[in-house]
């Protein structure tokens, strides 16, 4: 009996979820621009991001079907850490984020709040009818890297 409801629960997880409860997201690649303090030494190739990295990135913009007023970007370094934060409101050009995830050596991290600075988004107003967008700015501890600043710029497509 304990094998058809976790196969029942199984199913119920991969059904598609309804419009109604969907999320719009755009996913792209980030490439860092520039970076201080983001190096984990010559043995630790994994936390080394520098210029040039290029890191997989989700964008999901404030107000857009059921996206909520927030806007998120997720960033994937080396599928092995995750990078999510919280912009209130959407606040461009700067502003406090939120962030959770996970380290490099597999720590989560929640709550975490700093600093971002010089964010600019393309379009000024993302809607759902956007294809394309870009996403550029300057983030405090990327990657939960205590004294890391990173400067991307990011160029995503709509996920359909």
Not at 2 to 18: E, I, Q
Not at 71 to 78: K, P
Not at 85 to 100: K, N
Not at 132 to 152: H, K, Q
């Amino acid at each position: 009996m304990r094998f058809w409801l976790a196969a029942a629960a199984a199913l119920l997880a991969l059904a598609p979820v309804s419009g109604a409860y969907g999320v719009t997201v755009w996913q792209g690649d980030a490439v860092i621009t520039a970076a201080t303090g983001c190096g984990g030494g010559p043995f630790d190739e994994r936390r080394n991001i520098g210029v040039g990295t290029v890191i997989k990135s989700v964008l999901r913009p404030k107000n857009v079907d059921n996206n909520g007023p927030d806007t998120r970007v997720s960033f994937n370094h080396d599928s092995g850490a995750n990078f999510v934060i919280f912009l209130p409101s959407g606040a461009m050009p700067s502003g406090i984020y939120a962030a959770f995830g996970a380290t490099h050596s597999g720590l989560i991290v929640a709550n975490r709040a700093r600093e971002y600075i010089q964010f600019d988004q393309s379009p000024n107003t993302i809607d759902a009818n956007d294809v394309f967008v870009r996403l550029s700015g300057r983030i405090e501890d990327f990657m939960f890297i205590d004294g890391c600043d990173a400067t991307f710029r990011a160029s995503y497509s709509k996920r359909p």
